[in-house]
């Protein structure tokens, strides 16, 4: 039931988009405003549901909403992005959400937010984690992973796996997962930290910096001089081609994101597809909002894992919307050491 309380208006900080982005995403494309201002109760006889944000989750797909729409309109809208965030239930119209609770799913960059779609909202019932775990590991970039190494890939025991963008927010869980199994597992990243990071913390057996590799087909046939089985993209363009030169007959590739493309105003091109033919390789690309429905059995394999230490998540966390902007930004450097998160409120 939506509370009785009165109508009066809160201030609401907000991440609002000044510009539409052309090419690479600046912090002067975004703005932070409190002028906004919001009801904390639900209007009376609706189903919408009031909530706190507590996490946002800096994701890169962000950027799709930030990219001109095909109409005449030439400002953006004067309202907050969305994405995944987890947020506290201040009041709720709607009989599956109480207040208190605890959820994750889609809301907006700003303090509180009204939710009225519940198609990507989803309500916590572990709370023996860090919250901020439902923006990553626990959220969409895990059943991403989740999704993507064994509804996509099939894996098998012993399998030869390749993760670019390996020590990101999906990366980092598809490379322990597919330990877990008993693959040989080699992740790529952009700097010495993150390198060191999948071998020491994350316990690849191999890691390396794709921006010190001149040849990076040389680079894969070091690291795999049998092949690949398993590839997980990430990132797409030069990468993805070099790959095809190295799977092995029968390999599977899940296309889960081409940050290397996302900013880019005519796509790199793909030149070794006859590979794919010739090996017979399955390359198939997902998008994670198909496979909600796997979210129980996911839970129930990784949950485990992470009480007992055999699965372990690194993240990047940024206290205050106001450094939002420069966070998500930071995603298409490679900026970030782990899952970037901002946290916007103390529960």
Same mark, same amino acid.
Request: aromatic share 10%; glycine share 10%; hydrophobic share 40%.
């Given at each position: ?9 809160? %201030? ?11 090419? /690479? ?8 405003? /409190? ?38 309109? %030439? ?24 207040? @208190? ?8 960059? +700003?303090?509180? /937010? ?52 390996? %020590?990101?927010?999906?990366?980092? !869980? ?12 080699? @992740?790529?990243?952009?700097?010495? +930290? ?15 910096? &794709? ?50 493309? &996302?900013?880019?105003?005519?796509? +790199? ?6 590979? !794919? ?11 994670? %909002?198909?496979? &909600? ?14 009480? +007992? ?14 450094? @939002? ?5 930071? !995603? ?5 050491? @782990? ?9």
């Amino acid at each position: 039931m939506a509370s009785d309380g009165d109508d009066e208006q809160v %201030s609401n900080k907000q991440v609002i988009l000044k510009n539409y982005v052309t090419g /690479s995403p600046k912090e002067s494309d975004m703005y932070v405003s /409190s002028n906004g201002t919001i009801k904390l109760n639900v209007p009376e006889g609706t189903n919408g549901v009031v909530v706190k944000n507590l996490y946002m989750s800096c994701d890169p797909y962000i950027l799709i909403q930030m990219k001109k729409p095909d109409t005449d309109s %030439s400002k953006p809208p004067v309202s907050a992005l969305t994405g995944f965030g987890v947020a506290k239930v201040l009041d709720s119209g709607n009989p599956n959400f109480k207040k @208190g609770d605890l959820v994750w799913g889609i809301t907006g960059w +700003e303090k509180y /937010s009204l939710i009225t779609d519940f198609q990507k909202m989803f309500k916590i019932q572990h709370t023996n984690v860090p919250l901020s775990y439902y923006t990553g590991i626990l959220g969409m970039p895990g059943i991403t992973a989740y999704t993507g190494f064994y509804e996509i890939c099939s894996p098998t025991k012993g399998d030869h796996v390749f993760i670019s963008a390996a %020590s990101g927010a999906v990366g980092q !869980l598809v490379g322990q997962l597919a330990k877990l199994l008993g693959c040989y597992v080699v @992740g790529s990243a952009g700097s010495k +930290e993150k390198v060191d990071l999948l071998k020491n913390k994350l316990k690849f057996d191999e890691a390396f910096n &794709y921006k010190e590799e001149p040849d990076l087909d040389a680079a894969l046939k070091r690291y795999f001089p049998e092949g690949i089985d398993i590839y997980f993209d990430n990132v797409g363009g030069k990468m993805l081609d070099a790959v095809l030169l190295n799977m092995r007959p029968h390999g599977r590739i899940a296309v889960c994101g081409m940050i290397s493309q &996302y900013n880019l105003d005519k796509p +790199e091109g793909v030149h070794n597809l006859m590979d !794919l033919l010739l090996k017979q390789v399955q390359m198939k690309g997902f998008v994670v %909002s198909s496979y &909600y429905h796997l979210f129980p059995k996911f839970l129930d394999l990784v949950l485990p894992h992470i009480a +007992e230490g055999k699965i372990v998540y690194v993240e990047d966390i940024v206290e205050g919307l106001e450094l @939002g902007p420069a966070a998500f930004v930071g !995603l298409f450097s490679g900026r970030n050491v @782990g899952k970037q998160v901002v946290l916007v409120s103390k529960e």
